[in-house]
């Protein structure tokens, strides 16, 4: 079996959300990410050299066809994880900011090869993190 070309990043991640507005508001206000496109369909945010997609739940399901080309369709249901990149000196700040926000820290770790998480939750329930680096292998 050959070897697959090698992949280089994850350039982006997606999220459905059931209120727009409110999970714009979070995204916006309290995670401060710019919005860099935002149609009926999503809102595209810039995250370090990726993007955060917040689609709305259902808006996808059928394929986007354009004249540009086809988006196959898709959505996703339950609560989803993902975790942001932060220095590992700006773990305590996000604490506080989170906390000056009334966002509920849920859950710590202290992970053995260094890093540290921090986990909270959207206003759609998916479980987001804040973690530094020494987590994986190449993080």
């Known amino acids: 079996m050959a070897n697959a070309p090698t992949l280089n990043a994850v350039v982006e991640t997606g999220l459905y959300v059931a209120d727009v507005a409110r999970a714009r508001a979070f995204y916006e206000n309290v995670l401060n990410l710019e919005t860099i496109f935002s149609d009926d369909r999503l809102t595209a945010y810039a995250v370090g050299p990726s993007v955060l997609l917040l689609f709305t739940q259902g808006a996808t399901e059928e394929p986007a066809v354009m004249p540009i080309g086809t988006i196959p369709g898709h959505d996703g249901k339950g609560r989803l994880h993902f975790a942001f990149a932060v220095s590992a000196e700006d773990i305590e700040p996000w604490r506080t900011h ?16 260094g890093a540290r998480s921090l986990y909270f939750r959207d206003p759609d329930g998916h479980l987001l ?6 987590l994986w292998k190449n993080y």
């Open 98 to 113: 989170l906390d000056r926000h009334g966002v509920e820290i849920e859950g710590e770790v202290k992970w053995p090869q």
């Open 129 to 134: 993190e804040v973690v530094s680096p020494g």
